[in-house]
């Protein structure tokens, strides 16, 4: 095979050309292919196909969408040259490609759309590039050697601003540029229910100045680890073919970006030399980038539990996308589902039960803090779990019984249950709502330039024995439990405790001298050990981003056999605050978790205690109501589980 970099490409070199549509009408009747002389315009991820049964060394396999004057057609590489290959063939190549191969193409690929409507897409034929057979010669030709009566495509994007998005059909496919000011942890979902095969993703947002709301995005793995596990808040971002996916006939409204197989992503060093740099968005972005302060430093945030996208607001709207088998999970089998995630797989389910009990967790709180179902025990009494160890431990591997069965999604109609508490306050509900987590109150003496280090987010709450007076008012609100938790607790035949929030489960407050450090965190575990350069912080001692803290909330299974502690993390709005709108437990869970700036005046509150406080009342409200809780689970790894409460739908 003949592989170099064309330095004298003129006509009249004894090269033949054939275009792509003269080929694709004769290609079944040649037997020698004249040369292809095109551009690249897409490229896929890298797919790796090995079997174990099969002996391929290298079994790998991309496509490249490439075009001439006559139209875009799909060149597909195999194997072992792709490995050679791949990080070289960069979209916006000129190639000319000999001694290929013509076969038909697939019939249930998709090719990508051209940027320009009027190009002819060529579906019935694919090129195909392999070491072999034949022998391939590939030639880059610089582009500074293109010659006019070649007549080749240029390059062009679809850059988009965030305000335009709003007005951009499902399913269209769009760039995008802007600033990271969030950047989720990695994690991981099976390509298949039963298979082994996983898709790595991390949610990201990228602000661009032009609206508010920034840029929500569901970033895939793309073949580019470099990137993917290497961006950070406050990096300047470009992605590119990224689709549309928005449901304006759910509440909250569903708007966000995620990526193709053809998307690529670049990050700042990758800028110079990119042809996007000349498109008039991405240099009015540029502009806006140099009026900028360092305001969006101190929101920048990274990792955490991220609940999206978000479920319907009725659950006959929830059930439309879930298989019917796997619709509803009883209690009983949670624990089966958790055994059965990989590392960081994430998974969602919806159980149904009552919920029995609730204790709010302050911010920055103490990780040892007992359950909700456990605080509120006599000391002389045995634990729940102790109990049924001793008493039911024989019953764990036998079958649910028949009160635990799920009921018949025909049993509700559900909807959401709005309770009108005498509360000023909002939890996030809108997704176009300016969604701004509370400061942390800081004293005046830790707000003035301390140097960092190690960071010192933490804010601790007054100890709990200050006083009987705070004691009393802190029961108030901070904690209820129900007379049937009371009565049913200590003859339960399981207890399963997830109400434990981990470090890696909080979304912390970006500082950009330690960078490196929290993309390590949330990214997931190195191929390669690298030993770290001194001594290194833990990740809580980075404040949070949450200001509201968490509730640990039992829910007892239907027949008050089984029950489960899980995790509930509210975002909190202070704008909302100045509106007097009034929100309850369950619309709470509504929110769209997005971090943009803070707002100018936003000032302390101190009364997260009371928002805490409308929250239990509402829980309590939900006395001996059946529900259905939509609960997201995920494997962090290192026997650490996450189960977070995401939604509650109740009877109407």
């Known amino acids: 095979m003949t592989i170099g970099v064309v ?38 991820k890298l797919r790796y196909y090995g079997k ?69 897409i060529i579906s019935t034929m694919e090129i195909c590039l392999n070491l072999r057979d034949p022998p391939n010669n590939i030639v880059i030709i610089p582009e500074k050697q293109l ?59 990228i602000a661009d100045g032009t609206s508010e709301q920034p840029f929500i995005v569901q970033l895939f793995s793309t073949s580019q680890p470099e990137v993917f596990e290497n961006i950070c808040p406050l990096t300047y971002f470009v992605c590119t073919q990224l689709k549309v996916v928005r449901n304006y006939n759910q509440v909250p409204n569903l708007l966000y970006l995620t990526t193709t197989n053809e998307s690529r992503v670049f990050i700042i060093s990758g800028h110079r030399s990119q042809p996007y740099t000349y498109d008039s968005k991405v240099k009015n972005f540029i502009q806006w980038i140099k009026t900028k302060t360092d305001s969006g430093v101190k929101n920048a945030v990274i990792g955490g539990y991220y609940p999206y996208p978000p479920v319907p607001e009725t659950f006959p709207k929830y059930s439309r996308f879930i298989k019917a088998d796997s619709l509803l999970t009883a209690i009983s089998e949670v624990r089966k589902v958790i055994e059965d995630l990989q590392y960081r797989e994430q998974k969602r389910i919806a159980v149904q039960g009552i919920i029995t009990a609730i204790k709010y967790i302050p911010p920055n709180h103490s990780a040892e803090s007992a359950p909700a179902s456990e605080t509120l025990r006599s000391d002389s009494q045995p634990s729940t779990s102790q109990a049924s160890k001793r008493v039911h431990h024989h019953e764990r591997g036998s079958k649910r019984s028949q009160d635990d069965r799920p009921l018949g999604s025909s049993y509700f109609q ?40 190690s960071p010192s987010p933490f804010h601790r709450r007054e100890s709990s024995s200050s006083s009987s007076t705070g004691k009393s008012r802190r029961t108030a609100y901070d904690r209820w439990e129900s007379q049937l938790w009371k009565d049913k607790k200590f003859s339960l035949r399981d207890h399963l405790h997830y109400s434990h929030v981990y470090p890696e489960s909080v979304p912390r407050k970006f500082v950009l001298e330690y960078g490196k450090f929290l993309a390590k965190q949330y990214n997931t575990q190195p191929s390669k050990y690298i030993p770290p350069e001194g001594k290194q912080p833990k990740l809580d001692e980075f404040q949070s981003a949450r200001s509201l803290g968490h509730f640990e909330v039992t829910i007892l299974g239907l027949n008050h056999e089984i029950a489960i502690d899980v995790a509930f993390l509210p975002m909190y709005s202070p704008e909302d ?76």
Request: aromatic letters at 8%; one cysteine or more.
């Open 7 to 44: 330095t004298n490409l003129v006509k009249g070199d004894g090269i033949k050309i054939i275009t792509l549509s003269h080929l694709e009408m004769t290609w079944n009747s040649r037997k020698n292919f004249p040369a292809l002389l095109v551009r690249i315009l897409h490229k896929s």
């Open 52 to 120: 174990p049964h099969k002996k391929t060394i290298e079994p790998y396999q991309t496509y490249l969408e490439v075009a001439d004057s006559s139209g875009m057609v799909s060149v597909i590489m195999w194997n072992d040259l792709c490995p050679e290959w791949y990080k070289s063939l960069r979209v916006g190549l000129i190639l000319l490609l000999q001694n290929y191969s013509v076969k038909r193409s697939h019939p249930f690929r998709r090719q990508p759309d051209p940027v320009d409507p009027h190009m002819k």
């Open 147 to 205: 010659k006019p009566d070649w007549k080749l495509p240029k390059l062009t994007n679809r850059f988009i601003t965030r305000s335009e998005l709003e007005e951009m059909p499902e399913k269209a496919t769009c760039d995008i540029i802007g600033v990271l000011a969030f950047v989720g942890r990695v994690q991981r979902s099976k390509k298949k229910d039963h298979g082994e095969d996983f898709w790595s993703y991390r949610w990201i947002h």
């Open 414 to 453: 559900f909807a959401p249950f709005i309770l009108n508490l005498c509360a000023k306050r909002k939890i996030i509900q809108d997704p176009c709502a300016n969604l701004i987590a509370i400061p942390q109150p800081h004293s005046p003496a830790s707000s003035k330039g301390s140097k960092h280090r």
């Open 577 to 652: 605050v100045r509106t007097s709108q009034i929100d309850t437990f369950l619309t709470c869970m509504n929110y769209s978790c997005v971090y943009p700036p803070e707002a100018p005046g936003s000032g302390r509150l101190s009364d997260i205690k009371e928002v805490a406080g409308d929250i239990v009342k509402a829980a309590a409200e939900l006395d001996r109501v059946h529900i259905i809780c939509i609960l997201d689970i995920c494997n962090l790894g290192d026997n650490k589980v996450e189960v977070c409460l995401q939604k509650i739908y109740t009877p109407e």
